[in-house]
């Protein structure tokens, strides 16, 4: 639906749901059914009497209590495609998204693969957004890590296409999440998807190595939901597409500055100002103490937008909990007039190459056994 678009005005969306009519049914079943008191109830180990008494006559019944938890879903990807992310990971915050409660009775998601593999994507495009690039590198691995294992088994459904289009679009996100947070520890669990991911959109992670925005654009563009926009003339997606632009540059700081940084492990802000005065548009015989402050304050965006959110891996609690951590390979202290830089590089993943070589090199061996002796 496309929020302040009239339908008489257009024939072609007589059809169109206003976003406060969609709201207001998804947040309806969720209160009808009382679908978060049931989910907490059973998180917290409650009989079955008391749930019972807890969720009322409506929600002791099948029917509403499977609204109210698909409404959660629901009302997950309305609030990413309407660009409220916090308010999108609220909403889920009683589901049972890893299965850890020891029921099936609450993740229902998982019954439904298609809604399962869709869960994942939006919650992970929310910490995405949030700059929360660990999160979304240990939600899309998670998932896709799952698609690798059942995708046989979903060949011949008819939501096998739609899985494997979401799918596609979490690799793309997850090769933007390794580009901008690559010092990322939740990278590690998904050293597979994580080699898949490089190798469909090899040209993208390329020119990203490179600092080429324009790469960072395409998979965005590529990988990001169909937004509702009020203004369709404004193209689905302009605004939040610019917003992310301006986050890559800020992660990416001035090219030149973040390249002065890599070549020092101590240097003194007049020289790094002396060489970057050209970089900042500094007028010639301007102040060179105003150089050193524009210097200065380009260094503390960069260091600010190298720290992000991240959740403890098997923490409980809300999804927006979380602790602040560097997502970036570089960092550095100024002392009074001294930069101390430390730059740290992902080494090889020595297990993931020798487990995937192991593999290849078992199934040629079987395939070899299973020819026919010659003669």
């Known amino acids: ?35 978060n008191e049931y989910l907490d109830a059973i998180r917290t180990g409650k009989t079955a009497e008391e749930i019972e008494e807890i969720i ?6 099948p029917l509403y209590r499977l609204l109210g938890y698909f409404s959660l879903i629901g009302l997950l990807r309305v609030h990413v495609l309407l660009g409220d992310y916090t308010l999108g990971l609220k909403v889920v915050e009683h589901v049972d998204l890893a299965g850890v409660w020891g029921t099936k009775a ?53 939501q096998y296409d739609q899985i494997n289009k ?7 996100l997850f090769a933007l999440c390794s580009a901008l947070a690559p010092q990322s520890r939740a990278l590690d669990a998904g050293d597979g998807a994580l080699q898949v991911a490089k190798e469909r959109f090899s040209d993208q992670t390329a020119r990203m190595t490179r600092g080429d925005l324009t790469a960072y654009e395409e998979l965005y563009s590529y990988a990001c939901p169909k937004f509702v926009v009020p203004v369709p003339e404004a193209g689905p997606g302009a605004d939040h597409l610019a917003l992310f632009r301006e986050d890559v540059r800020s992660q990416m700081g001035a090219g ?40 200065v304050m380009e260094m503390m ?33 100024i002392d009074e007039n001294i930069v101390h830089v430390a730059e740290s590089t992902v080494g090889r993943r020595y297990a993931g190459w020798f487990i995937r070589n192991a593999e290849g090199a078992e199934r040629a061996y079987d395939s070899l056994r299973a020819l026919p002796l010659p003669g």
Request: proline residues 2%; glycine residues 6%; contains cysteine.
């Open 1 to 35: 639906a496309q929020s302040g678009a009239a339908p008489d005005e257009d024939p072609g969306l007589s059809q169109t749901w206003s976003t406060y009519s969609v709201l207001n049914v998804l947040y309806s079943f969720v209160q009808k059914s009382r679908i």
């Open 56 to 61: 009322g006559p409506y929600g002791s019944r």
């Open 106 to 158: 609450t993740a229902i998601h998982t019954r439904v693969t298609a809604c399962h593999v869709a869960t994942f994507y939006y919650i992970g495009f929310c910490y995405f957004s949030m700059r929360r690039y660990a999160d979304a590198s240990r939600t899309f691995a998670s998932v896709l890590n799952f698609i690798g294992r059942m995708r046989q088994y979903h060949t011949r459904s008819y």
């Open 166 to 172: 979401t799918a596609d679009r979490m690799y793309a």
């Open 256 to 295: 030149s500055l973040r390249g002065f940084l890599k070549m020092y492990k101590t240097v003194d802000i007049r020289k790094m100002a002396a060489f970057l005065e050209s970089e900042f548009g500094a007028a010639e015989g301007a102040d060179s103490k105003a150089v050193e402050d524009e210097v």
């Open 301 to 333: 965006v960069l260091k600010q937008a190298s720290r992000s959110i991240s959740r403890l891996p098997g923490s409980e609690g809300s999804l927006l909990d979380g602790q602040s951590v560097a997502t970036s390979d570089l960092d550095f202290v």
